[in-house]
């Protein structure tokens, strides 16, 4: 860390213009080296959309490749590699670490009152091991990638000669122990950085599930690196534990993958729905309605996570006692989730909604995530699902709560944050088109997908009968619509970097801290320490024309 | 594994990190130089610094805990595997193991007494001692394996490979004496084989190949078991190069039941993680050994030596599971 | 539990650390005596046939020791309460995944695995054809 500048030791207090934190210090290194929370927060978010658009593209190939039966551009073969990285960039480097890793980066010091998080080192060091996760997953590519798909079942995964499987679950792996520094991070930060007056009832929603989203990154992802390293010591060394025919138990992998995989879902929607109640709350200017439901929820939601992960095992041989367990496990984790929607739309309800781009987003979350949850019970029935199992329907049902929900809330956070992030309001109208070009192109692919896999059709098939086709056929010409719609975003936000109005510091009336500080926050975040009130209370912000932005009418007597 | 050992190092290195954010906090505090910026109190950074080290030890204690998840389970479709094949390990030596690390524990918590406070060269000494029980530890694990990797007692296929490096001067002499059907133009099959073959069956060696397979004796089941074991048994007391012969007895084991590579299996993987993490406590004990010997530890400012205390111990409350858990079965 | 900016530790009493907790040298070699006790005990055990108790014997001890390491050495019984529960989590979710595991292979684990596997047949079929364990075949295999 030598190669760090020096810093002025004491500055005075500068306008976000003449200092902050993006032009604090200059040079790449200056970036690369970072020990700032927000720049990394911005590297994170910077390298997980790149990673998205990869993931797209990929994604796009595969729906273009079904819109016929048979070839259509490319070959089985490398069908499967394509739907297989589709799904390993889009799980493990863009969602996981989309919410956490990218925003929660920016968001969570500043919205604590804190100056950085605990560990400012060992979250650069997570960020460094995100680079080397995705240089593995690179150097998988060039080695000849990998058609496991993103689950990397046994035996398959220990005996396919794809070339490239062992470089990308070392990537994955890396990726897991960056995931894992994180939440440590976060956890520690929670507990030992609040500002006096920050108590646990006054922390915003926010961070709660994050909060609530790194317990799980710590007490699962470990297990998931484990396994990893078995299935690549079982392909270099043959040891045979996951191998039935080395009287290994192939069933076994599947219980540890999925008491990670089952947690790490949670690790992508639990972040979404903390967004979700501060976009819903900020943006409808009302108190959240239950904040304590909201909250417990979050942690309630973590520890069932934990004991529900035989779901995805109903046919794989698990026992019929288990199967019987897990699916009445299963039952009650929509219970939370439930009480979430309740209050999110009790909170709409009366309120003084600004139909503004991350409102529009939220609600967006909120339609698709209530069909992506209510399907997941479906699923989650022992007899419906052998039936539906590893068909389409399943597809729809996780793009719902992945896309729908966890990706459209992150871009709905993001929204929400760009002007605190970047200081520069972006287009509005533009937002609100793309939304609406997202939600609509998005409801066409997926829930066409519902049907096909209802009647039948198996998910990663390359091939299918012409009566899927019609079927397949419209949820091609959805993803189109959807992808156009996240070009046009990311063109008016890349136009509002250039030429975007500057933002104040408080452009929603936001109550949390980070809309105290400046836009873009200065390096300090705070120049002393903030004053913490009720995260919800709209009462004392009005819309201030001159400035554009809201302001504090009557500072709240800070209640300490 | 790498990921291990800067953790470690960054809640260490943390506390002496200032990125300089101003306003008062970027200097170095006077009375706490070892302060970082964004803390106000030396508790306070201690205690994020023990909050995040146990953090970090539940992820260790996830990341073993599958591995024993997975011993469960083929212990628990295997009975016989385990029963059978723990006693082709030595006792003596996981014993001798387990007192080793027990007693580079007590070296460890020892230091950190000191550290607290304040005598650099007991300090220094505890560690340098903690080191040599890691180091021990090691030399130990290292004959054990590679006395097992000699006779075969490996993992996955080469458990079923013939020992072919035992007895070069008998296994000559007596392949010509060989049945047709192993003889090396034949089959893949090596002489050495043949010798292995003969010293435990010599009444087979002169038998038509069709004869001696037909004496193959049955599947494997508890009638079966009982000679077996004391065979073995008798194998691992006589631990002693000479009669390495004698140990390349497994393949000709009548009563080894199918699958026993799988004990072998996970007995290298559960160890072989644990001798990684000794490994990386040998690295961050010797950095500890480098700033203590500088003096930088002290009533005041011990965190490091605290964090790889703990860190140390986990190490050793794993093996303290699976020394009986592999060695002790009966 | 909002003790962000409490201290851990007794700091200023004499004889103390600034943070954290002093344990005795006694304690600690009383710990390690403990420890190397049990060990003798566990492996002496061993020589005694309870028959499926073995197990939970050598586990119980096992898990003794375990018990003194993190309570003494480790200075749990002096740590933060939620220090220890996140400790004792960890170890809750192993035994989790332990149970729920092993209650699943219980199930099926009489109705199969008889005789080699595919892979370790044609490896014996191979390398040691006469070994006694290659006629060990599973009824299923050709
Ligand atoms: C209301 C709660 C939920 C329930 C009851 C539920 C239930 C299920 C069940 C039973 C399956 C297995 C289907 C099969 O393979 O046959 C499944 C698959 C899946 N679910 Fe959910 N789910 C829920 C919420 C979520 C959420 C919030 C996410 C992610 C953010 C998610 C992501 C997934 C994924 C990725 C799969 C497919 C994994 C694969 O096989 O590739 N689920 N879900
Ligand atoms: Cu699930």
Redesign the pocket.
Known sequence: MTTLPARPAAPTYDTPESDNYLIHDKGIPSWLLTLDHKRIGVLYTVGVLLSFFVGGIFAMLVRTELLTPGRTIIDAETYNHFFTLHGAVMVFLVIIPSIPAALGNFVLPIMLGAKDVAFPRLNLFSYHLWISGAICTVVSLVMGSFDTG??FYTPYSTTTTAGGVIPVIVGVFILGFSSIFTGLNFIVTIHKLRPPGMTWFRMPLFLWALYATALIQVLATPVLAITLALVVVERIANIGIFNPAMGGDPVLYQHFFWFYSHPA??I??VPAMGIISELIAVHSHRQIFGYRFIAFSSVAIAIFSFIVWG??M?TSGQSSLMNTLFSAI??S??IP?AVKIFNWICTLYKGSISLNTPMLYALAFIVLFTI??LT??H??TLNT?VH???TYF?VA??HY??MG??LIAMVGGLHHWWPKITGRMYNEKLGMIACAIVFVGFNITFFTQFMLGSHGMPRRYYDYQPEFQIYHVISTIGSYIMASGFLLTAMYLVQSLVSGKRAPANPWGGATLEWECASPPPYYNFHEAPKVGDPYDFSNLHWDERGEGYVTVKPPAAKA | MSAHAPAGDHHAADGHDDHGHGGGHGHHNAEYPFLAHHFETPAQQFDSAKLGMWLFLVTEVLFFGALFVGYAVLRNRYPDVFTYASAYLDTTLGGINTAVLILSSLTMAMGVYFAQTGRKTALVVCLWLTMAGAAGFMVIKYFEYTHKFHVHLVWGEGFYKPVTDDGGLQSAELSSKAPVPLAPAQTTMSAGTVTAQQLAMPAFVQMPAGEQTAIAPPAAGPAGMAPAVIDAKAAEHAADPATHGDEALHLEDAAMPPNTHLFFAIYYAMTGLHGIHVLVGMGVIGWLIVRAGRGEFGPKYYTPVDLVGLYWHIVDLVWIFLFPLFYLID | MGHAHTSSSDAGHAGQPLVGHLVAPWILFATGGALIVLTVITVAVRYVDLGEANLLVALAIAGLKATLVSLFFMHLRWDRPFNQLIFLSGVVFVVLMMAFCLMDTSQYRDSQYIGNPADVQAVLDKDAPNAPIAAQKSPDLP
Request: charged share 5%.
């Open positions: 993103w689950t879902v949670y992508m929607i779901h995805h109903f299963s039952f984790v929509a989730s992506g949850g997941g019970l699923l989650a699902d539906l199992h590893d399943v049902h996780f709560v992945m929900s966890a």
